[in-house]
């Protein structure tokens, strides 16, 4: 019986060490250096079939320093965003019609509020690119957006 205790204490300690923290997750996914960061949020509605959802982490920096690294980095543009990455973050208007956006909580609430001033990156992870992203019957990208004012990094993921 003790040995039984013994080998399931440590088959929990070595789950564990598996484990992988939002900033880890963040930094591999953007290629970013995220130390210092702060966890703000996160939301994660994946799971279910084939892992569809949607996903949001939310970093403070307040030093400021990842600014830098973005502004160096040929990956992530200026904002304010192209079309494509308005549209799924933010949602657009279309001719009285709204589209968009496409990164909501489970109560269609948008995951990214409105930024100013900053940079954003998109990454689009869809096995077939060959119709323009905003055209396609599923989704599967990461988009970061960085909010200059307020030293917020945000990383989100859609899975459909």
Known sequence: MKRLALALAAA????????KSEEATVAKALSLDVT???????????????GDGTG???????DG??????????????????ETVQTLVW???DEGASIGPCLTDSEGAPLVP???????RLIDRH????????ERGSFNFTVGVYDADARILYYCELDT
């Open 12 to 19: 929990l300690l070595l789950a564990g060490c598996g484990a």
């Open 36 to 50: 210092g960061a702060a966890l703000v949020s996160s939301y994660d509605s994946h799971g279910g079939f084939l």
């Open 56 to 62: 949001c982490i939310a970093l403070s920096f307040p």
């Open 65 to 82: 320093r990842l600014e830098e690294q973005l502004a160096a980095d040929p990956a992530w543009h200026s904002l304010p965003a192209d």
């Open 91 to 93: 949602g657009t208007q």
């Open 114 to 120: 409105a930024v100013q001033t900053g940079y954003y």
């Open 127 to 134: 096995s077939d690119q060959t119709a323009p992203l905003l």
